[in-house]
């Protein structure tokens, strides 16, 4: 367990010094390059984990020090320690055992004895006063939401009525939602099919099944033949969402899908409608995702290097339809991006609203007369959603926003909304939708 632990501690102090979970993890398990794939599976857990509950577990590791500690690699051992002793179902004794011999096999300068003594002391003494230590704490919001104070502050002002439980949505695990391509198989026969390799799953509704443990898409039926995709329900709205009258489609439709990849909404909306597809995004590697997820589900769409807040790159032919999945700040989807919530700064929100103010207009004026153009961001920040919206149609007189209506083609059972922003829950993450039409 010890490796795992190590593993897991490196990732979680890369975080905290600014670095984005997906590629401290790598990193961190590149450093051992002899661990089990069990241990790399843990380290990856207890990375998560620690992440996911550490305004709760920094509270506790606070109030244990006498000041703090100024070798960020011990500190970080003792998060992830902390974690498994409130959240893991391992051995306490054999949790903070393993930690000790962690903490032995860290370089210098840190002198080996004296941070054996530390760690065991701090996590036996957490041990024996747990439960006076969160007593301590009941009024600090970080620790009992393990968001950052701003965020909660915000919810809370946005949403009077949902904030914690949108809090609480953003702590859990995240579901592992496949859509499945129900013009190459029905849900039934999907299912069955799932039963017979003893996957345990949920048809939630639409084309989109919950499995109950996620399983590495490898082994999942379908995947590699393109009859299922790995996509939140909350997302899988969008291709409905942009009205393209599925059964009498016009041929020739021209869609443009800005800020595609890796694609998920690009591939859906390709199974769902015959349309010309040009998917842009301004990353070069990120683009070369959407081409394979297209070759998995055998579709085709232009693929465009670009910027979507330029028309360098556009050949000023209009769009009758164009899907906006714009640069944001992430708010909505934290139950998968765990680090997010500490990455994050209050003044990234303002950032990411400047960049949507760009991308929104220039998208507009490459939209055909009687178009629509969705709007959408994986954010749950009114600044980057309806109230980005609300400047723009101030500014665009030909622009009207349409009701929030979900198609009646569209899933609906346990969509939980506002106006179009989806209120995260287990069931979905929390998108936000706008639907635009030119005048
Ligand atoms: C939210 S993700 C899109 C997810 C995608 N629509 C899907 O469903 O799989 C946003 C994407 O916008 C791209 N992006 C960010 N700024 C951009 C810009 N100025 N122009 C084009 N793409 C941009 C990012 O590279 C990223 O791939």
Same mark, same amino acid.
């Given at each position: ?46 990375? =998560?984990?620690? #992440?996911?509950?550490?305004?709760? !577990?920094? %509270? ?8 703090? &500690? +100024? ?118 026969? =999907?299912?069955? #099919?799932?039963?017979?390799?003893? !996957?345990? %799953? ?8 919950? &499995? +109950? ?227």
């Amino acid at each position: 367990m010890y490796i795992s632990q190590q593993i897991a501690a490196n990732a979680v102090n890369q975080v905290l010094s600014g670095r984005n979970l997906t590629l401290a993890l790598p990193a961190a398990l590149a450093i051992f390059p002899n661990a089990t794939p069990q241990q790399r599976g843990a380290a990856q857990d207890l990375s =998560y984990g620690t #992440l996911r509950f550490f305004g709760e !577990i920094d %509270a506790y590791l606070v109030q244990l020090l006498e000041k703090p &500690l +100024t070798d960020n690699r011990i500190n970080a051992l003792l998060l992830v320690a902390i974690y498994q002793l409130l959240h893991d179902k391992a051995d306490a004794f054999t949790v903070v055992n393993q930690a000790v011999h962690a903490v032995s096999e860290l370089k210098k300068p840190v002198p080996k004895s004296w941070a054996k003594g530390l760690v065991n002391a701090i996590l036996r003494n957490f041990l024996r006063q747990k439960e006076a230590l969160s007593a301590k704490f009941k009024a600090n919001e970080v620790a009992t939401y393990s968001h950052p104070q701003w965020w909660i502050n915000k919810l809370r002002m946005q949403y009077p009525n949902h904030w914690q439980g949108m809090l609480e949505a953003g702590n859990e695990h995240p579901s592992m939602t496949l859509r499945v391509n129900t013009q190459k198989i029905s849900i039934n026969d =999907y299912m069955q #099919l799932l039963a017979r390799q003893d !996957i345990e %799953a949920t048809h939630i509704g639409g084309q989109a099944v919950v &499995l +109950t443990k996620p399983q590495p898409v490898e082994k999942i039926p379908g995947f590699t033949d393109g009859i299922i995709s790995v996509q939140d329900y909350g997302a899988q709205l969008a291709a409905y969402l942009l009205d393209l009258n599925l059964q009498a489609m016009p041929p020739n439709i021209r869609l443009l899908d800005a800020c595609c990849a890796p694609g998920g909404k690009t591939g859906h909306i390709l199974e769902l409608a015959d349309v010309q597809m040009t998917a842009l995004d301004n990353d070069e590697a990120r683009l070369q995702r959407v081409q394979s997820n297209l070759d998995r589900l055998q579709l085709k769409a232009n693929l465009v290097t670009g910027d979507a807040a330029s028309a360098t790159w556009w050949d000023g032919k209009l769009f009758d339809r164009i899907l906006a999945d714009v640069p944001c700040t992430a708010s909505g989807i934290v139950r998968r991006h765990v680090d997010i919530k500490w990455l994050r700064r209050e003044a990234d929100v303002t950032s990411f609203t400047v960049q949507q103010a760009k991308i929104l207009p220039n998208l507009w004026q490459m939209l055909a007369k009687g178009g629509k153009l969705l709007y959408v961001t994986c954010s749950v920040f009114n600044e980057e959603n309806q109230g980005q919206v609300d400047k723009f149609l101030q500014n665009n007189a030909d622009a009207t926003q349409l009701p929030f209506e979900l198609p009646a083609n569209c899933p609906q059972d346990g969509i939980k909304q506002l106006n179009g922003q989806l209120i995260p829950t287990s069931a979905h993450d929390g998108f936000f939708y706008a639907l635009l039409q030119k005048n």
